[in-house]
């Protein structure tokens, strides 16, 4: 079978995952030397794909490495479960090893999970509620322990996907919790990876932050124009397809170089080409409205959403217009009607909260290109 030439919506590994050669050296190196890192973007601009390969470099070097995605946790007990279940599939390996082993990793915790074996010999673990509440943290801390005897004197890494979720949690966040972990985390790097970027902020900067200069912070940026559109060629041929240098720059700019959307839109760009050889321009602009076309019943829910705070639906449909820096001049409060700046601050604060707006170079601007052009063209 074929393998489609673009992919989007998932974390890619080559031959779709392109460039990042700087800062996945920044990541591996960290790792192999049991150094915290932070990982942090706005959605969708290729963390996990670029953590999933560092980890397999460490991993084929020798070292341990364990991934728990954190995004569907919504409490303390539901965090130590994740992160002891990624912990001892790291430890015994996509299939499962002996049970013996599997046996002597679990005397070394000291709160009990039940255990179950899937099909695919892959391990799940859950933890009584009212005990892990309370002990969450000990959970935690054992599964640290368990990766670093595991890796022996090799290196040992922890990646904390959607780490951002952990601020929602409890009173007031489990930041803190984490800062003490990472303290204690001899021998074994922390990952933490995030997108919400003012919350990965609150958590990481200032002197006030729970986990600041507790490791090194990669702030991910798109991929740059020159390598991404090279790949946007090369992908293309792959398919029995050309796309010309403008045609893949249109692309990138179109899809505001973010990696996630670039594939999107040439995909869709390949697909209005149909049996035409070259993707020109007009295919990509035909990609664009098939997208929004196919997105709309998805943005007009997201806008409905935002009803009862008509001052965000307007505030986002006036980005889509004019993305602006100047959010508090009175040109852009007439704008968005409303009678002060702090109206302005809620409300941008609150579409930043959804992840429906970011601000790039100082400029506030939509984050989804697909929603900007749908809501212009409504
Ligand atoms: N290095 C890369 N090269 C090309 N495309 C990438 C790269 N990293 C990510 N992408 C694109 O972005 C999408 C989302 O990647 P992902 O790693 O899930 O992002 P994030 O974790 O930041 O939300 C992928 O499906 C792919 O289309
Ligand atoms: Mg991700």
New binding site residues.
């Given amino acids: 079978m074929e393998l489609p030439p673009y992919r989007f919506g998932a ?1 890619v590994d080559p031959p779709w995952f392109c460039d990042r050669q700087r800062e996945l050296g920044v990541v591996v190196d960290r790792m192999e030397a049991g150094i915290h890192v932070f990982v942090l973007s706005p ?2 601009y ?4 670029l ?1 999933r390969r560092a980890s397999e470099r460490v991993a084929s070097a020798g070292g341990r490495t364990a991934y728990a ?1 954190l995004l569907l946790a919504t409490n303390e007990a539901e965090v130590a479960t994740v992160i002891l279940q990624a912990v001892l599939r790291g430890v015994l390996g996509p299939a499962g090893r002996a049970r013996h082993s599997l046996e002597s990793l679990l005397r070394r915790l000291r709160v009990h999970p039940s255990v179950s074996i899937g099909l695919d010999g892959a391990v799940s673990v859950s933890l009584d509620p009212s005990l892990a509440a309370g002990r969450w943290i000990d959970v935690v801390a054992d599964a640290v322990a368990v990766l670093h005897q595991a890796a022996g004197h090799r290196p040992a890494a922890l990646v904390l ?2 780490f951002q979720v952990v601020s929602t949690i409890g009173r007031t966040g489990l930041g803190g919790a984490f800062k003490a972990l990472a303290d204690g985390a001899e021998g074994v790097s922390l990952v933490f ?1 995030g ?1 919400h970027l003012a919350v990965m902020e609150q958590l990481t900067k200032g002197a006030g932050a729970p986990l600041h200069g507790m490791g090194e912070r990669l702030v991910l940026d798109v991929v740059p124009e020159e390598p991404m559109v090279a790949y946007l060629q090369r992908r293309a041929r792959t398919a029995g397809k050309r796309m010309g240098r403008s045609t893949a720059g249109l692309v990138y700019r179109l899809a505001d170089a973010v990696p996630n959307y670039v594939q999107q839109l040439a995909l869709a760009g390949l697909e209005a080409a149909g049996a035409d050889v070259e993707i020109a321009g007009g295919h990509v602009e035909l990609g664009l409205r098939t997208i929004v076309e196919r997105q709309a019943s998805t943005f007009a829910q997201q806008f409905e959403a935002l009803a009862s705070a008509p001052a965000q639906q307007r505030t986002l449909k006036e980005l889509a217009r004019r993305p602006t820096a100047s959010v508090y001049a009175k040109a852009f409060l007439d704008a968005v009607g409303v009678a002060n700046a702090n109206a302005v601050t809620t409300a941008l604060h609150a579409l930043d909260g959804r992840e429906m707006v970011v601000r790039k170079d100082r400029v506030w601007d939509v984050a989804d290109p697909f929603l900007r052009r749908w809501l212009v063209q409504e």
């Fill in positions: 974390p959605r969708r290729g963390k996990t794909s953590i995605n996907d959607e990876a997108s």
